[in-house]
């Protein structure tokens, strides 16, 4: 199976690793799987770039990568289900943030918003050098699997309808079974996606806003900074942010908790304007001249200490990719900033790109499966008289992973449109008015939207809508109201949900939490203090919603919250232990009064499985970096 991603970005270089991951195990034996990374610029990796070996043009991948940015609890979530090592390398790499301590152009503070998902334990938002991400995702995908500096002119199809991309320079055009465009706001993968290929019906929009900004030492910080906080200061000439993005070496916070911060900050600074900058051939000291006229007068130290100071190399015009019709078409499929480009004050760009990558994945190696296992309970629809074929299965799973991130992502468009709004220019009226909802908001608890983002897939606290699907999938094995209430109150983060986001209602869900080996309580009365094992109560999903990957992606997620305990354990009834089996679950010997008591509450089809949650499967080809073991 040939596979070819277009752009060796951020989402570009996730989405090869989870590729790597999930196809191989749905691939049957003899069926090789083939990724090619093709990127317009060079795609050196760091140590090539620290020993000298690589040429002018390839100097400038630092400076195209960009400046800084935030991957919120929901990206870094991402990450860790990619690869433990992968994450670890990431998120220690950046600086951890607890909370956004939100200013006013006087210097007076209006606001601390948390940056956590209030898990256990909790992930808090990590601030990272965009170049030093891009770096530790490179450091794991094998050279070979990148061609370097190939601009992509097109897509056409052969005659079987097999996607084909045609190069600027001329040189042979390559095939696929997929192609997947991860080639920014003005993509070229989109102009097929979205119609004749031959012009952008859909182009980028530059919506007014332009950001500065770049990198200083911390010491230009508070001298007693706080730890965990990251600054953000609103005007009525426009808004600017300032955060420590390094911690002190050795610190190894994994995001889990705040550290003390290393020798680098960053800063940026965003104002409006009609003129789209030439971020090639501008004019750095009007840039700077500008800046500090925007500033004046604001009263935080750490910002005039900044404004004095600071060196403006380039210009960041924001792009928004308008509301795409679609993002796939045949044989090709859009992801991050290609599908979506947002305003950076979503706080979701990098995060969201992640959550595509992640996604698309579980359904390609979803729908695969189903292609080529004879077995198979339904197999892959198609609109033709003919048997599916690997194309029908790409384009299944490229259907199913719009239909569930295109809500998630208008979600966090809308919302993104709101508070950018906030950083425009304003007159005084509608500054004050600014900060009294800012203020505002600082008093509110966590508000459902900042819960649902950060945690990727939302938890449930419906009763009614939980024992509703219940009665409907095991009526023989009814659970009970004070059931579902005790594991939402004692361990929500267990009780995942498959919503329809746009309408809010429920079509799944899974329960589960932390117990003692083989010791399955029907109710809990708490989370026992030596619990050793993890363990999946309940899981349920409507049959209309079946058959179209939502239970790998929801066991998957719920098997990364299980990563603490050495075993995940369950009791599978109405024969469902070959789909288990797919996790990694076996039949486990068990004592005579567990097996009575599984005969009594499910029945003599009732079978307990386990799982080591230790086995984790190599992101990286043979040639590749790590092994996480």
């Known amino acids: 199976m040939q596979v070819i991603i277009v752009g060796a970005g951020i989402s570009g270089l996730t989405c090869y690793l989870f590729l790597r991951k999930h196809l191989p195990a749905a691939l049957p034996p003899g069926v090789e799987l083939d990724i090619t990374i093709v990127e317009s610029h060079a795609a050196t990796k760091r140590k090539q770039r620290s020993d000298g070996a690589v040429d002018e043009a390839a100097g400038q991948v630092a400076n195209t990568v960009g400046a800084a940015l935030g991957l919120a609890p929901n990206g870094l979530s991402v990450l860790r289900d990619l690869d433990e090592a992968v994450f670890a390398q990431i998120a220690n790499s950046g600086y951890p943030v607890s909370h956004f301590e939100l200013k006013n152009a006087r210097g007076s503070s209006l606001a601390r918003i948390g940056?956590?998902?209030?898990?256990?334990?909790?992930?808090?938002?990590?601030?990272?050098s965009r170049q030093r991400l891009w770096d530790c995702l490179r450091d794991h995908v094998p050279d070979d699997a990148i061609v370097e500096r190939k601009i992509v002119s097109g897509v056409s199809y052969t005659e079987d309808q097999r996607p084909v991309i045609t190069f600027a320079d001329g040189s042979s055009s390559l095939e696929a079974d997929l192609i997947i465009g991860a080639d920014g706001a003005k993509s070229v993968i989109k102009r097929t996606v979205t119609g004749n290929g031959k012009v952008d019906e859909y182009p980028a929009?530059?919506?007014?806003?332009?950001?500065?900004?770049?990198f200083i030492p911390s010491s230009f910080l508070s001298e007693n900074e706080p730890r965990g906080r990251?600054?953000?200061?609103?005007?009525?000439?426009?808004?600017?942010?300032?955060?420590?993005?390094?911690?002190?070496?050795?610190?190894?916070?994994?995001?889990?908790?705040?550290a003390p911060m290393g020798e680098e900050a960053t800063w940026w600074s965003t104002y409006e304007t009609k003129n789209l900058p030439d971020t090639r051939n501008f004019d750095k000291e009007d840039i700077q001249r500008q800046l500090k006229e925007r500033h004046a007068g604001w009263k935080d130290p750490?910002?005039?200490?900044?404004?004095?100071?600071?060196?403006?190399?380039?210009?960041?015009?924001?792009?928004?990719?308008?509301?795409?019709?679609?993002?796939?078409a045949r044989g090709l499929v859009l992801i991050g900033d290609a599908a979506h480009a947002m305003q950076p004050s979503s706080g979701q760009g990098a995060s969201q790109g992640l959550e595509d990558a992640q996604v698309l994945s579980m359904f390609l190696a979803h729908c695969l499966e189903r292609h080529f296992s004879p077995s198979a309970s339904?197999?892959?629809?198609?609109?033709?008289?003919?048997?599916?074929?690997?194309t029908d299965a790409v384009d299944r799973a490229s259907m199913k992973y719009c239909e569930l991130r295109k809500p998630r992502v208008k979600l966090i468009v809308d919302r993104a449109k709101q508070i950018g709004d906030t950083k425009r220019k304003k007159g005084l009226v509608e500054e004050w008015f600014t900060y009294s909802i800012l203020w505002i908001i600082g008093k509110l608890p966590v508000d459902a939207y900042t819960k649902r983002v950060y945690n990727n897939l939302p938890v449930h606290e419906n009763i009614e809508s939980l024992i509703h699907i219940a009665d409907e999938v095991h009526p023989t094995l009814p659970e009970s109201a004070d059931m579902f209430a005790e594991r939402v109150k004692l361990f929500l983060k267990g009780c995942l949900a498959l919503m329809e986001e746009e309408r809010d209602e429920l079509y799944g869900y899974i329960i589960s939490h932390p117990i003692r080996r083989q010791k399955q309580p029907a109710l809990l009365r708490g989370i026992a203090s030596d619990a050793d094992q993890y363990y999946i109560h309940d899981f349920a999903i409507l049959p209309e919603v079946r058959g179209h990957g939502f239970a790998y992606m929801c066991i998957n997620r719920l098997l990364g919250?299980?990563?603490?305990?050495?075993?995940?354990?369950?009791v599978s009834v109405y024969r469902t232990g070959p789909f288990w089996g797919r996790f990694g679950f076996v039949p486990e010997d068990i004592d005579e009064d567990l097996k009575k008591k599984l005969l009594l509450d499910y029945g003599d089809d009732a079978e307990y499985l386990e799982r080591k949650n230790q086995q984790r499967m190599s992101v990286t080809s043979e040639n590749g970096v790590t092994d996480s073991g």
């Open 378 to 390: 339904k197999p892959l629809p198609t609109s033709r008289n003919a048997p599916a074929t690997i």
């Open 230 to 258: 990251m600054t953000v200061t609103f005007g009525a000439h426009g808004f600017f942010g300032y955060g420590a993005s390094t911690v002190a070496s050795q610190s190894n916070h994994f995001a889990e908790c705040t």
């Open 205 to 214: 929009v530059f919506d007014g806003m332009v950001g500065v900004g770049g």
């Open 561 to 570: 919250v299980a990563r603490r305990y050495s075993t995940t354990s369950l």
């Open 115 to 128: 940056a956590t998902n209030h898990e256990d334990p909790e992930l808090h938002t990590v601030l990272i």
């Open 302 to 328: 750490v910002v005039r200490r900044i404004v004095d100071a600071a060196v403006t190399d380039s210009v960041y015009p924001t792009w928004i990719t308008p509301d795409l019709p679609t993002w796939h």
